[in-house]
């Protein structure tokens, strides 16, 4: 089974990273709409116990809920208290719930990388990349929390040392106090044996108090 699902992954990533300018347009043009509608974060950070992302052969069919959770664990016996690194833990792979609307794997999954010949130090709004979730959670979370925060969800499923060459000065700080920060824990912390054991209710709590109304999804 594990190498079916390799080989499976591997289809997925090839044809995510084959994503062309004109997929990139269509898709932001798709999305630009809500697609749920309303919803309470909370609810849609639930959700993600639905969704398994089929090109990752390191969780393999452990849920995204789950991952996240890894994650948490990870930061809490490192004794992070940072509200913000909290934060992006909890929201990094919220747009993955694109998936229960349907999407194919290659649209929402898989690490991202800049298209083309960008120039250095341009800035990443500058830059194209492939479509995913992390676009989608970005253009839903943006209005709602600090720019740091969603600039990280956005590109955090690009390479740290792959996207430097072409961040802004304000964007260099960032990456080094936040995506730098987070990304070790979204990449190392990923099991599909293990059972994080997390107190959900006070990261509920964190959400709630960060988005008290429902958003648009």
Known sequence: AIPEFARHAALIRQRQSSQTLETVASLRRKYQDPVFGKARVWDMIEKLGLCIDPSDDSLMLTSQHLHVQQILEGM??????????LLIALLHDIGKVMMLAGEVPEHVVGYIHPMGEPARGVGLD???????????A?????????????????YHSAMTGAIRPFCSPSEQAVLDNYHARFQPYDLARKSYSHLPRVNLAKYRALIEDTFPQPILF
Do not use: C, N
């Not at 970005?138 to 956005?154: E, G, M, N, Q």
């Open 126 to 136: 500058q830059v194209m990349f492939q479509f995913g979730h992390d676009e989608f």
């Open 138 to 154: 970005y253009s839903r979370l943006k209005d709602h929390v600090p720019s740091h925060i969603a600039w990280t969800i956005r």
């Open 76 to 85: 809490e016996r490192d004794g992070v208290r940072d509200r913000d690194l």
